[in-house]
């Protein structure tokens, strides 16, 4: 199919679009934008997007699925179906699925489910260490060779520093990309809320931010010794900021993410013990959500990720430590994402940049631009739309969000991948 | 930005319709709750009556974790007001088979409960019942997690209002872990809200919370200086486990640190009350010199824990009483009007 959106205002930061002019479409690929057409090119179909956006589809580099799993929480075909709903056309997913995806075998289980749901692209993330006991190496040249875009240990960090150094020193000569998370399990003795004045008044068991800094500090020194490249994720706190930082103008080949729930609330939204906001890093204090804020801004955090975790609604309906962690949250990020815009935190170039083709660029894809060639996935969006986050019409099906109720500003109309819609809101 | 925990424990008028924590409660709740206790005391005996207050009321002690204390003066506390009592150690029971927290509460809720007396190890679980029960039935909190236990609070501040009259203007010195402590987080509220001069913590820094400038408490390392001129000394239990997890390196280590002796006390003002919520133990944070001293209050708070129990439960059935007589006769009202026209 050939299509023209026409007369659209196109934004792409990683070619450093703004402006209103037509996107051309043509064997699900991006033809070309601009007034003119390109030579011989006829469209078959006609978009007028007059007073609409249409920007690259958002690239999440942390996002469950569920699948393998229960299937309690989700299945690819259901989640990516939320995702595309809330603009995600490429999906990481961790591999923290049951069982855990440390073998070729889930990897293509994993590619094979998303290629029969055909709604976006789904890139597994592979296992460090064997079902992520942190002890032993898993096949990581073999599932980098299956597909895996990047090996990471999921939200069970390696503690054993000789294991993780090993890890790096294999990775980087096989050039594989590490996702890790830094956390220092003994410090953070299962906690579950952050260390600070909500804790010591609720008498939550406390997570401090040294949990997750000192381990960071770790971690950096051996990206230094062995020199793997290395993106982490979910930081949570200002002093993560400022060692990444740091380590990015010494020269290390590192990049970072934070969650995009993690720019919005604060230890204080735990206050009446919701477990909707239990999460994992916790949510922390506002200086940290300041700090992180300024991360962004200042690009030494690189990429904004949803860290989505379906959840059976079984599982949050437990006093707020007995829950289990975790935000539904492919339907929120870009929402989230624009919502710092309107709060001054980014420009929109910026804001896009986070969720496109910044996360693109880390794990070294084309994704998440209107390059010429590429995938045609995009969005179209709606600026003047206000919309309600409400948990019955949730797409996903975890609907454990705690932006329920929020009102945002902004809505995708529909969402395009290879070329074919597939998401359209309120459709005709 | 929320500074303070939406009070779901309060019905429409204000009053309360559960007692999960003191936090956001206002003085003259905690005065209505001394006041009524101190009336259930005969002041000439000393000895608490047995009221038909609270007769054909269900009330279920749900107790996820062991306790005897608590549950014994809860229950004394119910039969003196003449309900029905339950008592369900869950811990051993339906939870373990599988069943869910809700599922257990909704059976019971079947079973025509009117209140549930909780006692839970997490943190929260008491606000968690409270969210999920049906409108007429109410939540007692009788301890959740490291989090409150705001009766065992409210008969210490009756205790120290025994002796002292009032609160206001009292120093107050809590020794020992506050950290992990529900009663002392509670004690805390207590005397804030009752307007304590000043509420002073004394212990080392691994059972002190990590911001205590949130608790509006004065931190203390040198247990004399705490002890400084003080009217109240309330010692807390020290738990075997902080040994085990490198919180402290011996009991022995803590009692010549932290141990309330006699020779400390002296620190104190000379009529000051040493207090203690139970059970002691002996040379670990009290001499029993100072435990089976003259200025010790330690077996009254537990007589008065039954008072103030009861005060609690009448106050709570008594607002739920008043509330659907308003809700009777506005309704009488309406027709009236309605019938009129």
């Known amino acids: 199919m050939r299509l023209m959106v026409e007369n659209i205002r196109i934004l792409d930061p990683q070619q450093d679009i703004d402006q209103v002019t037509n996107l051309y479409v043509a064997r699900g690929r ?58 995600i056309t490429t999906i990481c997913c961790p591999p923290d699925t049951m069982p855990v995806n440390d073998s070729q075998a889930v990897t293509e289980l994993i590619q094979r489910r998303a290629r029969q749901a055909a709604t976006a692209f789904v890139l597994p993330i592979g296992a460090i260490t064997k079902e992520l006991g942190g002890q032993y190496l898993s096949n990581m040249a073999a599932l980098k060779n299956a597909g895996c875009i990047a090996l990471s240990q999921a939200n069970s960090p390696i503690q ?72 982490f994720s979910l930081i949570s706190t200002a002093r993560s900021v400022e060692m990444i930082a740091d380590a990015k103008k010494h020269g290390l080949p590192v990049t970072c993410d934070v969650a995009a729930h993690q720019l919005h609330l604060t230890e204080y939204d735990v206050m009446d013990f919701d477990s909707l906001f239990h999460v994992t890093p916790p949510l922390r204090s506002h200086d940290d959500k300041a700090a992180l804020r300024i991360g962004l ?12 975790t379906p959840l059976d609604r079984d599982d949050k309906l437990l006093p707020f430590g ?14 989230l994402t624009l919502k710092l815009v309107e709060e001054d935190v980014l420009d929109l170039n910026q804001a896009l940049a986070k969720v496109t083709n910044h996360p693109a660029n880390i794990i070294g894809l084309h994704h998440g631009s209107l390059e010429t060639g590429n995938s045609a996935d995009f969005c179209i969006f709606d600026p003047e739309t206000h919309w309600t986050l409400e948990r019955k019409e949730m797409i996903s099906k975890g609907d454990n969000s705690p932006f329920q109720g ?21 459709p005709v | 930005m929320r500074l303070s925990t939406p009070n779901i424990q309060l019905n429409e008028k204000g009053k309360l319709r559960h007692f999960l924590t003191l936090e956001g409660l206002k003085h003259h709740h905690l005065t209505e709750i001394l006041d009524v206790a101190e009336s259930f005391i005969d002041p000439l005996t000393g000895e608490i009556n047995k009221l038909d207050t609270l007769h054909g009321k269900a009330i279920m002690n749900l107790f996820f974790e062991p306790s005897t204390r608590t549950l014994t003066t809860f229950e004394i506390a119910e039969k003196r007001l003449s309900a029905d009592v339950v008592n369900l150690n ?27 007396v909780v006692r839970h190890s997490e943190s929260g679980a008491a606000h968690f019942i409270a969210k999920h029960v049906a409108p007429h039935v109410h939540v007692v909190n009788a301890g959740d997690g490291q989090h409150a236990h705001p009766t065992q609070a409210m008969l210490d501040v009756f205790t120290i209002r025994k002796h002292k009259g009032d609160i206001f203007d009292l120093k107050v010195a809590i020794i020992g ?35 205590p400038e949130a608790l509006g408490i004065h931190v203390y390392d040198n247990v004399e200086e705490g002890l400084e001129g003080v009217d109240v000394v309330i ?107």
């Not at chain 1, 006829?42 to 699925?65: C, H, M, S, Y």
């Open chain 1, 30 to 87: 991006i033809l070309g934008i601009g007034k003119e057409a390109p030579e011989g090119f006829e469209a078959d179909r006609i978009i007028n997007g007059t007073g609409k956006w249409l920007f690259p589809g958002l690239v999440d580099l942390q996002a469950r699925l569920a699948e393998p799993g229960s299937h309690y929480e989700g299945t690819i075909a259901s989640e990516t179906k939320a995702a595309v709903s809330g603009g």
């Open chain 2, 90 to 116: 869950i811990e051993t029971s339906s939870t373990k088979k599988g069943e869910t927290l809700l599922d257990t509460l909704w059976n019971l809720e079947a079973m025509l409960a009117d209140m549930f």
């Open chain 1, 160 to 231: 054993n520093s000789l294991t993780l150094k090993n890890a790096m020193a294999y990775a980087a000569s096989n050039d594989i990309l590490l996702m890790l998370r830094s956390e220092n399990k003994n410090l953070k003795n299962n906690g579950v809320a952050h260390s600070g004045v909500v804790s010591s008044r609720l008498g939550l068991t406390e997570i401090p931010a040294s949990a997750e800094t000192a381990a960071l500090a770790r971690d950096l020194i051996l990206v230094e010794e062995t020199g793997v490249r290395a993106h």
């Open chain 1, 406 to 426: 929020w009102e945002f500003r902004g809505q995708i109309e529909a969402t395009y991948f290879q070329g074919r819609p597939v998401y359209q809101n309120n």
């Open chain 2, 235 to 341: 010692n807390v239990r020290l738990q075997n486990e902080r040994m085990k997890s490198a919180l402290l390196p011996s009991e022995k280590e803590f009692f010549n640190l932290y141990g309330l002796t006699k020779e400390r006390l002296a620190y104190a003002k000379p009529d000051a009350i040493v207090m203690h919520p139970g059970p002691i133990n002996r040379g670990v944070e009290i001499d029993s010199e100072v435990a089976d001293g003259e200025q010790s209050v330690i077996l009254e708070q537990v007589t008065y824990g039954i008072a103030v129990r009861m005060a609690v439960m009448s106050i709570i059935f008594r607002n739920s009483q008043e509330l659907q007589e308003e809700k009777r006769q506005a309704l009488l009202d309406l027709n009236m009007m309605e019938t009129s026209e």
């Open chain 1, 297 to 308: 801004k200042m690009g030494v955090i690189d990429a904004i990720v949803s860290d989505h």
């Open chain 2, 177 to 211: 872990d506050v950290q992990h402590s529900r009663v002392v987080r509670s004690q805390i509220q207590a005397l804030s809200i009752l307007e304590a001069r000043e509420i002073r913590v004394i212990g080392p820094k691994t059972l002190l919370p990590s911001h």
């Open chain 1, 322 to 335: 007995e829950s289990a962690p975790g935000i539904s949250s492919l339907e929120t990020l870009l929402a």
